[in-house]
């Protein structure tokens, strides 16, 4: 059910632009997705989790996990280290299958099971920092501002964007797919994930 009344509408406009904001950025969680959707592996399951999880994000944040966490000096470092160390590891995978050259047509080592690739996207969600400062911190901050009622349709419509996002990813590997039938397109995204992880976790370590 759409929100019919101004007030109502407003703060779903706002959840579901200012996640339109901040969830378009391509991530370890974006990356992960993109690169399972470019296979056709396990991607709609993937999409789902990230869709749950990503909710449940954004509604613990509404509700004012956001305003905990970066008000807790130990939090806040638990975040940033843990954050980057996992952020390296991702990077370094990527990194590894460019100078290995591990990049094949399926994009280099595949999941060979479900669970796995549940447990990957998990990992990539719920260990990432980025995740947790856009939907928990920022979103939340954001959501808190509106009153008890308005606070949820803002968390709906942050919540709305999540779910169009990770499937219009699905979807549009689709299209991708040609360009990304030689290992060449694969080196492309592979270096560009590991430069993008490294400089996120860069700018976690020296405070940016």
């Given at each position: ?8 509408w407003l ?7 200012t996640?339109a904001?901040l ?15 470019l296979?056709?592996?396990?991607h709609?399951?993937?999409a ?12 613990a ?14 939090l806040s ?16 995978g ?5 100078f290995?050259n591990?990049?094949m047509e399926?994009g ?14 998990a ?10 400062i856009?939907t928990?911190?920022?979103?939340g901050?954001?959501?808190?501002q ?8 803002f ?32 080196k ?5 994930i ?5 400089g996120?976790?860069a700018?976690l370590?020296?405070?940016?």
């Amino acid at each position: 059910m759409l929100p019919t009344l101004t007030l109502e509408w407003l703060a779903w406009s706002k959840g579901l632009m200012t996640s339109a904001g901040l969830i378009m950025a391509i991530g370890a969680q974006n990356a992960f997705l993109l690169t399972q959707s470019l296979r056709r592996q396990f991607h709609w399951p993937i999409a789902l989790l990230c869709i749950l999880f990503d909710g449940l994000l954004i509604t613990a944040g509404v509700a004012g996990l956001g305003v905990l966490i970066s008000q807790s000096e130990l939090l806040s470092e638990i975040a940033r280290w843990g954050g980057a160390l996992f952020l390296l590891w991702f990077g370094y995978g990527a990194a590894r299958r460019v100078f290995r050259n591990e990049v094949m047509e399926t994009g280099g080592r595949e999941i060979s099971s479900l669970r796995g690739a549940l447990l990957m996207t998990a990992a990539v969600t719920l260990l990432n920092p980025h995740a947790w400062i856009d939907t928990v911190v920022l979103i939340g901050s954001i959501g808190g501002q509106y009153d008890a009622d308005l606070k949820i349709w803002f968390g709906v419509g942050a919540i709305c964007f999540s779910a169009i996002w990770f499937i219009s990813l699905c979807v549009g590997a689709r299209w991708m797919a040609p360009m990304f039938s030689k290992p060449t397109a694969w080196k492309v995204l592979d270096t560009g994930i590991w430069f993008m992880t490294w400089g996120i976790a860069a700018g976690l370590l020296i405070g940016f």
